[in-house]
């Protein structure tokens, strides 16, 4: 057994999965650091410290404690395509099939490639994929990398270097794969990111508020927000601000012009999130939120805020999507795998 800092293990996964024993002594709770997770088992009066029961790979979703003392847990996984496909609909072209993604989003970029960051051999690394091409990794360096991720002009990708709550905002080079910039951010977890035509101002969504970042290192507030696309042209932004009962879109000039509500009549709500070049000719990319469970692919038309679902040939929980240059769309969509598990103590 190993001693450990309960509130460490507890927040090191987000909020863990927990159940208490029967004698209602002991409470078992996992928490997922990486691509592993650790059970473990606390009193509940607090006179001692927690314990790792056991270590499994990938996330426990849920877990029980039996009449028998076993421990079953839900043991989940969302591997992450990113996929391409035309507007109208049909069949998709897969670019990449990533098991262990680190997060769910991708930066679709000015070639047509995509970048993500994947967990291999233990490590986070920020991977570079076209259609029918193996993945390469682009960056060679020991910092922690995550998303969000954004195209920063004609040969850069930005993500997140460091710590979630003391992140720093890294700049690649696509060429050569080296890191050209590293620019300070205090204002908290970035949320999501997206950056001017020209490179020169990345807007990192963090804290309810669009913040840009020039490439200087100074950041100021833009406006209130939660997600941005910056507009093609890159005079305007289009932000959505999470509010009950549904998200809304604004468009937010850069002139200083006045800010414009854009309504979402329906028939479908917006999903999840708006990414970076998630706007051309007037249409929207986005999940959208409808009957199902899931988030699929759809559509809003900016003059209306009508929201059509693109019909596919294949079903998923769409998180992120942006056009390609030559006018299709690519989209990272997570499938979902979960098996159950019992573990007996002195069991082999």
């Not at 460490?8 to 997770?37: E, Q």
């Not at 794969?177 to 970035?190: C, L, T």
């Amino acid at each position: 057994m190993l001693d450990a800092d309960f509130g460490d293990l507890a927040t090191g996964g987000g909020v863990p999965p927990a159940a208490v024993t029967l004698d209602g002594k002991t409470a078992i709770f996992g928490s997922t650091h990486g691509t592993l997770s650790q059970v473990m088992s606390v009193p509940i009066d607090g006179h001692a410290s927690a314990q790792q029961l056991f270590t499994v790979t990938g996330y426990v979703q849920s877990l029980s404690v039996g009449a028998d003392g076993g421990i079953y847990l839900d043991q989940a996984e969302r591997p992450m395509e990113i996929i391409r496909f035309a507007p109208e609909g049909g069949r998709v072209e897969r670019i990449a099939v990533v098991q262990k993604p680190v997060g769910d989003n991708f930066a679709a970029l000015p070639d047509g490639r995509a970048v993500w960051a994947e967990y291999s051999a233990g490590r986070r690394r920020l991977m570079l994929g076209a259609a029918g091409k193996e993945p390469t990794s682009l960056v060679n360096t020991t910092d922690e990398i995550s998303g969000p991720f954004t195209a920063v002009g004609a040969d850069g990708v930005a993500f997140v270097l460091g710590a979630e709550t003391h992140p720093t905002i890294g700049v690649a080079a696509l060429s050569n794969g080296r890191i050209v910039r590293r620019i300070s951010f205090d204002k908290g977890k970035i949320e999501q990111m997206a950056s001017s035509p020209d490179g020169k101002t990345v807007y990192a969504a963090a804290t309810g508020s669009i913040w840009a970042v020039t490439a200087d290192g100074e950041v100021r507030r833009q406006c209130a927000g939660n997600y941005v696309s910056v507009e093609p042209g890159g005079q305007s932004l289009l932000v959505e601000v999470k509010e009950a009962p549904n998200t809304k879109l604004v468009r937010v000039p850069l002139n200083g012009g006045a800010e414009q509500e854009i309504p979402v009549p329906g028939p479908l709500t917006l999903g999840y999130v708006i990414d970076n070049a998630g706007v051309r000719n007037g249409r929207l990319l986005a999940p959208g939120s409808g009957p199902t469970w899931y988030w699929p692919p759809a559509m809003f038309d900016l003059a209306t805020g009508k929201s059509t679902r693109i019909p596919l040939e294949y079903v998923s929980d769409f998180h992120h999507m942006s056009w390609t240059p030559d006018g299709k769309v690519m989209a990272c969509a997570l499938l979902w795998r979960s098996n159950m598990w019992k573990f007996t103590r002195g069991a082999h």
